[in-house]
């Protein structure tokens, strides 16, 4: 198994919220020294960006915290009682809006480019961010297809 596949899918979900956990696991393979180089550059970036600023937490404080231990919900409960606890309603539009991210929207051409750079530019059902990485870890792509629904 490599170790991008340890990573789980930004589809995992961690108190609703889907992106969260596989955050959190980048974050622990990086203390243990196990992140692929190619991975580390962006920690904090990107998608890992988005969701520290829908939680309202700083990321290096997030770091921080899981290095202490405690799982995902145990994390996520830190970044509540930190940040901010979004709403039954704000966490299914972020889990839509992170979902859809790279299908038609202004991260197309970027998912395009990157398709082109893995040699998966013929895979038409890679339509989302969430597909592609999915797809470039050697995972199923579109298993989550389903829309989110509210709990």
Known sequence: MSKTTEL???SEKAGGIVYFPRM???IRMHARGELPPDYQPNLG???DESCVDFL???Y???V???KKDG???EVLEWCFEKGRRPSDEEIFIWNEFMRKRGWNDEVTATLERRKGEAGLSERSEIQTMFDFIDADEGRAVGRRRATAVMS
Do not use: H, I
Request: charged share 40%; hydrophobic share 25%; aromatic share 4%.
């Open 60 to 62: 290096n404080e997030l």
């Open 45 to 47: 970036k990107g998608f």
């Open 64 to 66: 921080e915290r899981v």
């Open 24 to 26: 959190l696991s980048k």
């Open 71 to 73: 799982s995902d919900d």
């Open 8 to 10: 789980c899918s930004p």
């Open 56 to 58: 309202q937490v700083d």
